[in-house]
């Protein structure tokens, strides 16, 4: 499994239109065969603030995600010019097996 943490910050007054984007991004990916969790929060206290969990099964689960239509139609068109991603990084969950620990 892979995860993927990504930080979206949006631009001052288009929260709602930012958080609505999201809600069809995580409706849409969730349908993909990879795609094992895409949950979509918004901070708080800085409503403008967004964060995205997201679990797949593999390397080519995650560029088949990005690779399809519905992530080209929200995150590399909607989302531009009324947000902007501020961190996205991979992490690999610890398990009971890894002999890192």
């Not at 795609?35 to 708080?44: F, I, K």
């Not at 989302?79 to 890192?100: F, H, K, M, N, V």
Request: hydrophobic share 40%; charged share 25%; glycine share 4%.
């Amino acid at each position: 499994m892979i995860v993927l943490a990504v930080s979206w910050l949006a631009n001052p007054g288009k929260e709602a239109e930012v958080a609505a984007v999201f809600r069809k991004l995580q409706d849409a990916s969730r349908q993909e065969p990879g795609c094992l969790m895409y949950l979509g929060h918004q901070h708080q206290a800085d409503p403008c603030r967004f964060f995205i969990y997201e679990q797949y099964r593999d390397h080519a689960a995650l560029e088949a995600h990005r690779q399809s239509q519905h992530f080209q139609d929200y995150v590399m068109k909607a989302l531009q010019g009324i947000s902007e991603r501020r961190e996205a990084e991979l992490y690999s969950p610890l398990t009971e097996d890894d002999s890192s620990v």
